[in-house]
Every structure is written in structure tokens, then in C-alpha cells.
């Protein structure tokens, strides 16, 4: 299967270099011209009006004028895959990955998405920064800074480590302290939580700040103590979204997966919560089920967080690498299009094979590039030095 992981890692990227990684997004509606029109201006008819969209097996963008654009977490996960690829020996790959985290620099320390959003829940505006394109993004100059040693981006990471401290770190008297999602919003989302957790803590061991992590260690527990009984976590405390999902449990098991050599604390709920997602949430023959009652929509988004989870979790289960491998062939064989884009969602009868780059193609070429790594490297850990900073 080498040769044909290297290979689809190159389409990809042809893909997306011919594209300078613009695209579009399952959830750019609002940006068409015609949403205030569509919508009459309220948050139902936003609502309706993006799931139309992301729903349609056509892609209905060109005629609501929404045009392809950079995302940063696209970026970041853009430039995260070329830093793998640079230390896995590709030569050409080190320029694009500086490019793309330089990128990044220029518009931080806090990052979001190129389109407005409006969920059941709250809203926010585009380019408003948000925790899960924020941790992204600063893991992605965290890449920089060990995969390509790039010392320039420590104070980046700095900044991004401050963003989140002083910006979506919160408490209250209910669930304790935790990174909220976005500002003003103090709903405790456990995914969210545990990356924004995961960059303090990776940042406190490369940066030797042991600061850092004990400003996350508080909030890596607050979700430590959430965990279900089965394993399994809700994907926030607040009645109504007590869901569990593949992608979103595998953001946090990749995150703890980062915490645990910090946070021993973290090692025991690492363990009960693979075993509940290996269990409940793949088919025997490694399908990525989308949440525990339900397979369908396979989609591509739970593939690519399955691969980077287990490379992240190959410290801690000695089957994670070959876990990888298996979910890396799965994703090739059964989502990559012959042009290089991957494809959103397989449905019972039809395929939505509408091009994304940050939900599809851009955390594909990511988690397929550190599968390169791992097996260039024998090691599917990130080279970060392990610090004194340990919280007993």
C-alpha cells in the first residue's frame, strides 16, 4: 500500500496547488451574495438556507455567486501536511510549508473561518476567530517550529497560546474552567475544549513555558471529568447536544493523545474512550461509522480524523499505526476522486462528490502526509522533546 498512499498524496496536493488550496466549504452558503434576499434576514431562513446547500448532490455555489476562497484551517492543515512531507525527505515540500505557515502568522494570533455561521446555537461572522481554527492553526506552527525547525514561529505560537488564555479561557460555577468555543458563547464544548488544551500543552514541552500547561491542565480535567461511563463523550454539557460522533470523538482522543505524557491523568480516560470508539464507532472492516446508531453518511471528514487520531495515538496502543494504515486504504480506495479532491459524503444510493478543501481534501492530505512520516521516521509521534513539565 505504500506506493499507493505516496501516490494519492501526490494527486492531492496537484489538486490543491492547482488551486492555491482555494475552495469551497460544506457550510459557505452565507457567503452567496443572495443570503440576506434568501434568508429575508433571520436565523431560521439561515439556518435552511445552509443546510440546502451543504445537502445538495449539486454544487449550487456558482449559482448563488459564492466563489472558492482560503479557509484557515484549511491553510493550517495545508501547511501542517507539507511540514510531514518536508520531514519525511521531500525536498520541494519545505517551501510550501513556509509559505503557508507565514500565511498563517500574518493573520493570527486568533483564526476562524472565510464564512459567516448560523446554528441552532449561536452565530458568529466570518473571520471571527474561533478555538477549533485557532488550535489548528497554532499546531500547525507548532509543526513548523519541531517537523522543520523553524525557531522564528515560537513567538507565533506565543501569541496563539495567549489568544486562547486571555481570550476563551473561562469558568463557571457549573463545569469548572474550560476554552469556550467563541467569545461571549460559554457553552463547554469538549472537542474544542481538548484542542485549545492540547496547544498549551504541546507548547508548554517545545517551548519549555511549563506556564502553559498548568493553564490547561485545569481544562483538560473539567472534560476528563465529562467522560461517560461507556467512554464515550458528549459533545457539550448543554442540554440538547449530549451527541456523540466520530470526528468529534476523534479530536478528542488525538488531543489527549498530546496531553497524556503531561497530564497523567489523562492516560486512564485515553484508554476507556478508544476502546469506545474502536468498538462503537467503526465497522469490523475499519469503516468510520458517523455516531454509534448509525453508519451513513460515511463521511470523508471521519476517515482523515480517524488517521491523524491513531498516528497521534501510537504512543499509547501498539496496533494504532497499522489502525492508520487500514483507515488511510479505506480512504484512497473509496473517497479519493481520480482528479485529486476527495469526496464529501457516500450516501446509501449516492455519493456527494462536491470538492471541499478544509472538510475533505486539506485533512486528507494531512493525515495521509503524516502516514508518509510515520513510516519514514518509524515513529508516528511528533520529535518533541519531553520537558520536566509533568503535572503528578
Known amino acids: 500500500m505504500t506506493g499507493s498512499i505516496d501516490a494519492a498524496v501526490a494527486r492531492i ?47 449550487l455555489r456558482p449559482l448563488l455567486g459564492i466563489q472558492p476562497d482560503w479557509n484557515a484551517k484549511a491553510v493550517a492543515l495545508v501547511a501542517s501536511g507539507y511540514a510531514r512531507l518536508a520531514a519525511a525527505g521531500d525536498a520541494t515540500a519545505r517551501k510550501a510549508a513556509t509559505r503557508w505557515l507565514d500565511w498563517l502568522a500574518a493573520r493570527g494570533p486568533g483564526w476562524g473561518y472565510n464564512f459567516p455561521v448560523q446554528t441552532r446555537f449561536f452565530s458568529y461572522d466570518a473571520e471571527a476567530p474561533n478555538t ?23 513567538p507565533e505560537v506565543e501569541s496563539a497560546c495567549d489568544f486562547l488564555v486571555q481570550t476563551m479561557l473561562t469558568s463557571d460555577a457549573e463545569h469548572g474552567t474550560f476554552f469556550r468555543y467563541v467569545p461571549g458563547e460559554n457553552d463547554l464544548v469538549h472537542n474544542a475544549n481538548l484542542l485549545a488544551g492540547s496547544v498549551l500543552v504541546r507548547a508548554s514541552r517545545v517551548l519549555e513555558q511549563p506556564q502553559l500547561l498548568e493553564r490547561a491542565r485545569s481544562a483538560v480535567l473539567t472534560s476528563l471529568a465529562a467522560q461517560r461511563a461507556d467512554g464515550s463523550w458528549p459533545y457539550a454539557a448543554s442540554l440538547g447536544r449530549g451527541w456523540v460522533d466520530n470526528f468529534h470523538t476523534a479530536y478528542v482522543l488525538e488531543s489527549l493523545a498530546l496531553c497524556a505524557s503531561s497530564i497523567p491523568e489523562a492516560r486512564d480516560a485515553l484508554d476507556s474512550g478508544v476502546d469506545y470508539w474502536e468498538h462503537e464507532l ?47 486504504a479505506l480512504l484512497v480506495t473509496r473517497m479519493l476522486d481520480p482528479a485529486g479532491y476527495v469526496h464529501f459524503q457516500q450516501q446509501r444510493f449516492w455519493t456527494n462528490r462536491v470538492p471541499y478543501v478544509r472538510w475533505t481534501t486539506a485533512p486528507s492530505f494531512k493525515a495521509l502526509s503524516g502516514l508518509v512520516l510515520a513510516r519514514s521516521s518509524g515513529d508516528v509521534s511528533p520529535r518533541e522533546e519531553e520537558s520536566d513539565a509533568c503535572l503528578d
Do not use: M
Open 13 to 59: 496536493r496537484a489538486w490543491g496547488e492547482a488551486r492555491d488550496w482555494r475552495g469551497y466549504d460544506p457550510y459557505d452558503a452565507l457567503n452567496s451574495p443572495a443570503a440576506p434576499v434568501l434568508t429575508l434576514g433571520r436565523p431560521l431562513g439561515r439556518r435552511l438556507l445552509t443546510q440546502a446547500v451543504k445537502h445538495s448532490p449539486f454544487n
Open 282 to 328: 467503526f465497522l469490523p472492516d475499519g469503516t468510520p461509522k458517523y455516531a454509534p446508531d448509525h453508519v451513513l453518511p460515511v463521511d470523508a471528514h471521519c476517515y482523515a480524523s480517524a488517521i491523524d487520531a491513531w498516528l497521534a495515538l501510537a504512543p499509547w496502543r501498539t496496533a494504532a499505526l497499522e489502525r492508520a494504515e487500514r483507515t488511510s
Open 132 to 154: 477549533i481554527a485557532t488550535s489548528f492553526a497554532a499546531h500547525a506552527l507548532l509543526d513548523g517550529f519541531v517537523l522543520l525547525d523553524l525557531e522564528r514561529l515560537g
